[in-house]
């Protein structure tokens, strides 16, 4: 029995990987890899949405990123300006809705400044929530949370914890959980990504490097989410 809801991948997450292999393999430096795997994160938005995705997270930048080359982190932090110069008026026209999830304050003040204009321009759009993972960990995400709801706790304006009380205080809050989660590149690890919220998401793993992943291979990804038995634990199919 197929339920449309299971099978639905209303949140999809991407782990961005191979921007800076892939560049190398062209001769080219590795910021040439994020200046194009940033291009592609609007073809891929565009596409999600158009095969009915309404969440698209996609990690740009780890709390453990900060440990690449100054010109590298410096290349990161430019970008988001570039990006959204380039394409926030297309992301408006199509209702789409830009959410950054992250540490901002650890940010670039100009860099920072961008991604909160984006987040107000569009913060009325019902289209796909695009969502941007900017000095985001999960492990940090969490203690945050934790540490939010020990002080609202502590001057009486929370009440008891429980799963639902404790999303609100995560960084995705008002988001679903994730349905699916695809790393490109072909490694195979979660660094640090969603932890909370991929708990009960399918996982793929795609050999194409992030600039080759078109909306193709975006295609064939959904497509295998919805040939998987998704059983959150319980016991179907006998
Ligand atoms: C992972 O490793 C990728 C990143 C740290 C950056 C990903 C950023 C983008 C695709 C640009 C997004 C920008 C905006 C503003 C939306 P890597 O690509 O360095 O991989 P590798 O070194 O393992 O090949």
């Not at 999600?48 to 982190?73: C, P, Q």
């Not at 297309?90 to 860099?111: A, C, N």
């Not at 709801?149 to 679903?176: I, Q, V």
């Amino acid at each position: 029995m197929i339920d449309n809801n299971e099978k639905k991948c209303r949140h999809l997450a991407v782990i961005m990987d191979g921007n800076g292999r892939w560049a190398k393999a062209q001769g080219k430096p590795r910021t040439a890899g994020h200046m194009v795997g940033a291009d592609n994160v609007r073809t891929i938005a565009i596409a999600a949405a158009e095969m009915g995705v309404e969440y698209l997270t996609l990690y740009a930048f780890s709390t453990e990123n900060w440990k690449r080359s100054k010109d590298e982190v410096s290349y990161l932090m430019k970008l988001p300006a570039i990006f959204f110069k380039k394409y926030m008026k297309e992301f408006l026209d199509r209702g789409f809705r830009i959410r950054i999830i992250g540490e901002m304050d650890d940010l670039p003040e100009s860099t920072a400044a961008v991604l909160k204009e984006a987040e107000t321009e569009s913060e009325k759009n019902t289209g796909l929530s695009l969502n941007i993972a900017m000095n985001y960990g999960s492990h940090r995400e969490i203690l945050l949370a934790a540490k939010a709801y020990a002080e609202d706790y502590k001057n009486g304006s929370a009440g008891d914890l429980d799963e639902e009380l404790f999303e609100s205080y995560l960084m995705t809050k008002d988001m679903p959980p994730v349905d699916l989660l695809i790393r490109t590149s072909g490694e195979m690890r979660i660094s640090n990504y969603l932890l909370w919220q991929i708990a009960y998401a399918e996982l793929e793993f795609v050999p194409e490097s992030w600039p080759e992943f078109t909306p193709e291979v975006l295609r064939r990804c959904l497509e295998e989410f919805r040939q998987r038995d998704r059983r959150f634990g319980g016991v179907k199919n006998v």
